[in-house]
């Protein structure tokens, strides 16, 4: 095995045996990179010299015994978290020129772990979208396919760590947006708790559910990873003062005496049937881990699309105000006075997936409108979080499908927002309940393509996902391919 594919825990062992350098794990990814990146675009930008100047102080540092958790990892981060110094741009026009001057919490912590900044992964604009094809920058492909999607909005993300162009990243969840592209990409993916990782300098799209977490290549790495990012940071105020565990603590024990909540929502028509036969499969694998399975009913499910597609565009609307041309970002030439100069700048410098949500969004909150629409959303929500509350006093965790289908091709449904919206089904529910959710690969479609099933657990249990999704890797033995790239 060349060392870009291995896994975090497996590269720990060798740097702390002296078997491989940092520097020897940095150019190992970026000769990779330049193998492959062409054809997939996982990245917005690279960071290759501030890469190897990081990974020859990792080994200064590992000589004289300073060895973190991260240290000499090479992590992807999702253009969506502010890096100083670094542009950071949303896979949008409007901010193609923006250089945060400031690190995201998140950032700062992965830094503090030794973490090596790969470089910028690519991603639908402003997190818009399931398919990482609204880029401003070009779309991402999915690597087990080059004509299909990765998913999205984390598109970039997952293809880095699927393609070994990276060991682990970050991506953030508002909809699905880690575990849809996990799933189609074959890697894992977790959305923690709301509140449970800083939300400080990702730049937000729906600010009551977006939510930053890691996409990896086992669980084992998963762990690792939420080890550094979760915590109280004071300088957010959604942050959560929740103790946080060991989260490797979880990986490796068994689940024997658990309840595995299946409901029956989410088996529904219009779910492509090796998805179903996959994820009937794990039910049956995590049966032999000595769990019980429990029916379950989330009965509020078959509104969370609509639900969704409110509070999402609303608060993107929101958000999305004060990109105005006016303080930073793109600025439309030309404007004959201020309202000429808004107007332009607006319609140039947004794709068309975001003046959708945002003129959406705007109607949801107009006058008149409000309590007819964004109000009663968020009545409905509170009624999906109450689902899992009651679901989750007879069950352990949850189990479903991530995605309804594999991935689809390229082009296939960006005409129809409708059915795009509808790929990230089996996700939104977890946002808007605000729970934590992970994807794990289980299978391979008869063409070649991921699958991936989901664990759902009650807020702050994350450890409950990595102990559940633990056990099924361990003892489903997922055949471990490759991209033939």
């Given amino acids: 095995m060349e060392l870009h594919q ?19 794990i940095a150019e190992s990814v970026f ?28 080994d200064e540092g590992i000589q004289k015994g300073d060895i973190q958790p991260l240290t000499g990892i090479p992590i992807a981060l999702k253009d969506i978290v502010c890096t100083r110094g670094i542009p950071t741009t949303c896979g949008s026009r409007m901010l193609h020129q923006f250089v945060p001057p400031y690190n995201a919490t998140a950032v700062e912590k992965l830094a503090a772990a030794g973490a090596i900044f790969v470089g910028k992964a690519n991603m639908d604009e402003f997190a818009m979208g399931s398919s990482t094809e609204t880029s401003y920058f ?57 509140g449970r990782v ?15 977490g890691p996409l990896t290549k086992d669980v084992e790495d998963c762990a690792i990873m939420m080890n550094v990012l979760a915590g109280y940071d004071p300088k957010e105020s959604t942050s959560v003062k929740a103790e946080v565990p060991d989260y490797r603590q979880f990986v490796g024990r068994d689940i024997k005496g658990w309840k595995i909540g299946i409901p029956k929502e989410y088996f529904i028509d219009g779910i492509d049937p090796e998805v179903s036969a996959a994820v009937a499969k794990t039910i049956e694998t995590v049966r032999q881990c000595g769990a019980s399975i429990v029916e379950i009913s989330l009965p509020h499910t078959k509104y969370c699309v609509a639900v969704y597609y409110i ?144 664990f759902l657990a009650g807020h702050f249990e994350e450890g409950k996902l990595l102990q559940a999704a633990s056990a099924y890797e361990k003892s489903a033995a997922v055949e471990k391919r490759r991209p033939a790239l």
């Fill in 6 to 24: 291995f896994t975090i825990h497996a590269l720990q062992e060798k740097i702390r045996n002296g078997e491989v350098s940092a520097l020897q």
């Fill in 138 to 194: 070009g779309p991402t492909r999915n690597p087990w396919d080059l004509e299909r999607i990765p998913g999205g909005s984390s598109g970039g993300s997952a293809t880095a760590v699927a393609a070994d162009e990276c060991i682990a990243s970050i991506g953030s969840d508002t909809g699905g947006s880690i575990r849809q592209p996990a799933a189609l990409c074959g890697v894992v993916g977790m959305k923690p708790t709301y």
């Fill in 311 to 454: 509070i999402a565009p609303a608060e993107a609307s929101s958000n999305l105000a004060r990109y105005d041309g006016v303080r930073y970002g793109f600025r439309a030439a030309d404007a004959r006075d201020l309202s000429e100069m808004y107007q332009k700048t607006r319609r140039q410098g947004f794709g068309a997936e975001v003046k959708r949500r945002i003129m959406i969004g705007t109607y949801a909150l107009s006058a008149g409108y409000y309590d007819a629409y964004y109000g009663k959303a968020s009545q409905v929500r509170a009624l999906i979080r109450r689902d899992f509350d009651e679901a989750f006093a007879r069950c352990d965790v949850v189990l479903t499908p991530t995605t309804p289908t594999p991935a689809f091709k390229i082009g296939e449904k960006t005409d129809d927002p409708l059915q795009m919206y509808l790929s990230d089904i089996f996700t939104i529910s977890a946002n808007l309940a605000g729970i934590p959710g992970i994807s794990v690969p289980c299978g391979f479609s008869t063409s070649g393509l991921p699958i991936g099933v989901q």
């Fill in 198 to 212: 800083s939300r400080f300098g990702l730049i937000a799209f729906a600010s009551s559910l977006d939510q930053i």
């Fill in 31 to 58: 000769s990779r990179i330049d193998a492959v990146e062409g054809r997939i675009h996982s990245y917005i930008r690279l960071m290759k010299e501030e890469a190897m100047a990081s990974a020859a102080r990792a």
